[in-house]
Nanobody, 126 residues
Framework: QVQLVESGGGLVQAGGSLRLSCTVSGSIFSINVMGWYRQAPGKQRELVAA???????NYADSVKGRFTISRDNPKNTVYLQMNSLKPEDTAVYYCKLRGATFSSSTWSPNKEYDYWGQGTQVTVSS
């Protein structure tokens, strides 16, 4: 079993900051990409930021210059530092990773799958 536990969401005024964390536990063997998505009411889920195991990052245009994604590989944790928050950043933020568990029968990684966290609410008031 692989579990992703997010924390750090909450209510903040426009212009404020929040830091989201997502820690992976369970039988994950290798992690490729980690990232954050968000979904606002009535809208589709969208990519916010992603980071590879080597540290390469990708951001949605709407958050460039305001959000920073980072990861601590030994701790299997990814962070999202959100500064200069705007009301339009209000959404449920989901952690996602692409990784593999280990097969004791073949002594090799299983196929990679995408795993999701349960989401954490971020509300920015104007």
């Amino acid at each position: 079993q692989v579990q992703l536990v997010e924390s750090g969401g909450g209510l903040v005024q426009a212009g404020g900051s929040l830091r989201l964390s997502c820690t992976v536990s369970g039988s994950i063997f290798s992690i490729n990409v980690m990232g954050w998505y968000r979904q606002a009411p009535g809208k589709q889920r969208e990519l916010v930021a992603a980071i590879t195991s080597g540290g390469s990052t990708n951001y949605a245009d709407s958050v460039k210059g305001r959000f920073t994604i980072s990861r601590d590989n030994p701790k299997n944790t990814v962070y999202l530092q959100m500064n200069s928050l705007k009301p339009e950043d209000t959404a449920v933020y989901y952690c996602k990773l692409r990784g593999a568990t280990f097969s004791s029968s073949t002594w090799s990684p299983n196929k990679e799958y995408d795993y999701w966290g349960q989401g954490t609410q971020v509300t920015v008031s104007s």
